[in-house]
């Protein structure tokens, strides 16, 4: 008999996805890991040494703390966030997709190609009157009308679309702030 059973707790079940792939789900997230995933996500070129002054602690659990957090995908990556309009492209679009079939094979392809190119921003597989919410990044409406034509209805099984052009964004982050949040 397991000592776990002998003393009466139960233990967890082996099935389900391995550890690291349920990091920090299962894990939770504390006040501090919190606070440096606030910081990092302000800006993410600090130093372990700032960031570790920032939230308070010592470079050297903060780094660990970090290296955790890129481990378990909490933090997913580091990027430069581009001005797109200094690329010339100034209008956001927002598409609205529906496809003719939803067989596996045909949302595989479709995602596929989609994510290939490159003035799209985003692609959500969505729930309601269409299929998928496209973000785009065009110059203007005629670059728009020639990526239609060029690109977006060269993907074969769009059955329609349907757009909106971004006149203002109001908001713009990246990721929540979890300081913001309370703990899911």
């Keep these: 008999m397991s000592s776990d059973r002998a003393q009466g707790r139960k233990r967890k079940p082996t099935a389900g996805p391995p550890a690291a792939a349920r990091g920090h789900r299962e894990r939770g997230l504390d006040f501090t890991d919190r606070k440096i995933l606030s910081a990092l996500r302000l800006n993410?070129?600090?130093?372990?040494?700032?960031?570790?002054?920032?939230v308070g602690l010592s470079p050297s659990p903060c780094w660990t703390r970090v290296k955790r957090l890129e481990a378990d995908g909490?933090?997913?990556?580091?990027?430069?966030i581009i001005d797109q309009s200094a690329l010339g492209l100034r209008d956001i679009v927002f598409i609205e997709i529906t496809l003719e079939k939803h067989d596996e094979k045909v949302l595989e392809r479709f995602g596929r190609v989609l994510a290939s190119i490159p003035q799209v921003l985003e692609a959500h597989l969505v729930t309601g009157d269409y299929d998928y919410l496209v973000k785009v990044a065009v110059a203007d409406t005629a670059d728009y009308e020639r990526f239609l034509r060029e690109q977006l209805y060269r993907i074969e099984g769009i059955r329609h679309s349907r757009s909106t052009f971004s006149l203002l964004a109001l908001k713009r982050v990246v990721s929540v702030d979890p300081l913001a949040i309370r703990d899911q």
């Design 44 to 54: 993410g070129r600090l130093t372990i040494n700032e960031l570790a002054e920032k």
């Design 74 to 80: 909490t933090i997913q990556g580091y990027a430069a």
